[in-house]
């Protein structure tokens, strides 16, 4: 089976005729193209949306990113569509691990940060480096041995005599011994799922430097059987401090074996297929960061869901969830994330914002600030895209902003005026922007503090 690699970025077309790779379309077999279809079917059921099928010759891939393994050797390699057109996939494929490792808040670490600037491997590749630099620090710790009760028959006498079954023997065995003792083993359940994740990254690593040291481990753990159910160890996977030194290595054998949900989408083929909703990678990655430069006094939530749109018959419908919510001091903030390039020189086609996305924001101030207060709708920063929109006023006592958020430095790009509680550092100090009565110095010129 002869393998083939294509990278292309979200939202580009995939095609079984004879055309130039480029980030935005591809190439494929008739069998991936095929096998691509009926995924998209199964998925269809639970309501994701993989690809969209155009003709017969084409598919558009949707918001998803990562990777995807065919049974005919095809992987498919999907980015962030976020960089210019001249930059080079390692941009885009770095810029994918520093989400997912954010969003999934995995324990990322990297011997320096050459290796993540200058990005040459897949996403699979970084993926199975990470869980072995994880399961090489943890087994230079040494692994956690268990005690096992063991029933055998042996010639001779070990441990505790099973006298009820000693006293059954047939004529001619009572030399054989029913005994039970304990043996100090390394069959537990973490354990098994890390030589399974191990076995995994072994078959399928292709890097060199991976694929030496997975075999190096291999040998180490030579005697651990692999785990022959998986959900089942991973809820008897305990947490106690005497495994305290298992919890770094513990995300990354989840993504390997698929189990690391609801962002990972297994996938059906045989490989390491991975593929995370793009939106929610934004999202997730925004929240985190947004809590470091709140003050301690601030709460943001997720995903709040205490609204409903309307009530019908006695009943609420039409469940609304905004995805952070800011609260501080008494007062709250609405802010929603979208994944998407705006323009900021385009007024006339209205900065590329979407209708219904100002349609939902009414509805979540109505409904979670009763008609009062201020939201943010946040998108990354782009060079078209680096500098706040003005203030969308929906009434006197309803703004909406529209703030870039960059991707490189993690931070927001606020406007000047506003009364959102962050924590912003201007010359490297902290500041405190209270109610827009007290505010630092602000650049006007790039519309940050």
Not at 31 to 37: E, G, Q
Not at 85 to 109: F, G, H, N, T
Not at 195 to 222: F, P, S, T, Y
Not at 398 to 424: G, Q
């Amino acid at each position: 089976m002869k393998q083939k690699w294509i990278t292309v970025r979200e939202h580009a077309r995939l095609t079984t005729s004879d055309v130039q790779d480029t980030l935005d379309r591809a190439q494929i077999s008739a069998s991936a193209f095929d096998w691509l279809c009926q995924l998209q079917a199964g998925v269809s059921k639970q309501g994701a949306r993989l690809v969209e099928v155009e003709d017969r010759r084409w598919l558009r891939l949707d918001g998803y990113v990562g990777i995807i393994h065919t049974p005919c050797g095809t992987d498919i390699e999907i980015l962030p569509k976020h960089f210019n057109e001249e930059d080079s996939p390692q941009s885009s494929r770095a810029l994918l691990c520093k989400l997912i490792a954010s969003a999934l808040d995995l324990p990322y670490r990297e011997t320096g940060s050459a290796d993540l600037q200058l990005f040459r491997f897949p996403l699979t590749e970084w993926i199975m480096r990470q869980f072995l630099l994880a399961l090489d620090r943890l087994l230079k710790r040494g692994l956690r041995f268990d005690y096992q009760m063991v029933e055998e028959e042996q010639p001779y006498l070990r441990g505790q005599l099973d006298m009820a079954r000693q006293m059954r023997q047939p004529p001619g065995r009572e030399h054989r011994f029913h005994q039970r003792h304990a043996l100090f083993l390394p069959d537990r359940p973490e354990n098994r799922l890390l030589r399974l994740a191990l076995d995994k990254v072994c078959q399928h690593a292709r890097e060199a430097d991976n694929w030496r040291l997975g075999h190096e481990l291999r040998v180490i753990m030579h005697e651990i059987p692999p785990s022959r159910q998986v959900r089942l160890d991973f809820c008897n996977w305990r947490n106690d401090r005497l495994l305290a030194h298992y919890q770094p290595v513990r995300p990354w054998c989840e993504l390997i074996l698929g189990e690391h949900m609801p962002l990972a989408i297994q996938g059906r083929s045989k490989g390491i297929s991975l593929l995370f909703p793009m939106e929610r990678l934004f999202e997730q990655h925004v929240a985190r960061s947004l809590k470091q430069q709140l003050p301690p006094s601030a709460h943001l939530r997720s995903q709040v869901a205490s609204r409903y749109l309307c009530t019908h018959d006695g009943d609420d419908m039409f469940r609304l969830k905004p995805d952070l919510l800011l609260e501080h001091d008494g007062e709250k903030w609405l802010l929603d994330t979208k994944w998407k390039r705006l323009d900021g020189g385009a007024r006339d086609n209205k900065y590329d914002l979407a209708q219904q996305d100002f349609y939902q924001m009414l509805a979540y101030g109505h409904k979670y600030l009763n008609g009062k207060g201020e939201m943010v709708l946040i998108y990354p920063k782009t060079l078209d895209f680096s500098a706040p929109l003005k203030p969308f006023v929906f009434s006197p006592e309803l703004i909406l902003h529209v703030w870039p958020y960059d991707l490189e430095s993690d931070k927001l790009v606020a406007s000047a005026v506003h009364s959102l509680p962050l924590l912003i550092t201007p010359n490297g100090s902290l500041a405190l922007i209270n109610n827009g009565a007290e505010t630092t110095k602000v650049d006007a010129a790039e519309g940050t503090a």
